[in-house]
């Protein structure tokens, strides 16, 4: 694979729609899937991720990858795996506050 290119306008989609950097590049990378664009000359490289399905879409230019944009919708029914992966520090404080939450909430 040659360079992996973001545009501008990709940039500026992922912040406005909250995507992961990171979920765009394994999609691009990594894809569960890819298809042939019907409305342009790239295709759509799609992962699911978390429950997310993250589509990209990405021309060729020579052996360089192009990112034009990147969009993510939830995936109804997902069944991913259990584990939870996330860092201990993380899933203690998502705890801690989840239990501060239901404190104030029965009040």
């Known amino acids: 694979m040659g360079k992996v290119i973001w545009t501008t306008h990709l940039r500026e989609r992922i ?3 909250g995507l ?3 979920w765009v590049d394994t999609a ?3 894809p569960d899937e890819v298809q042939k664009s019907s409305t342009t000359d790239s295709n759509k490289h799609i992962k699911i991720i978390h429950g997310y399905k993250i589509v990209a879409a990405v021309k060729r230019q020579g052996s360089d990858w192009i990112i034009t944009s990147a969009w993510w919708n939830p995936v109804y029914g ?3 795996p259990s ?5 201990f520090l993380e899933r203690w404080v998502d705890k801690a506050l989840r239990s501060l939450e ?6």
Do not use: E, I, L
């Open 102 to 107: 239901k404190f104030f909430t029965k009040k």
């Open 28 to 30: 691009v990378r990594f």
């Open 83 to 87: 584990k939870d992966n996330r860092f």
């Open 78 to 80: 997902y069944q991913g």
């Open 15 to 17: 912040k406005q729609r």
């Open 20 to 22: 992961s950097p990171d």
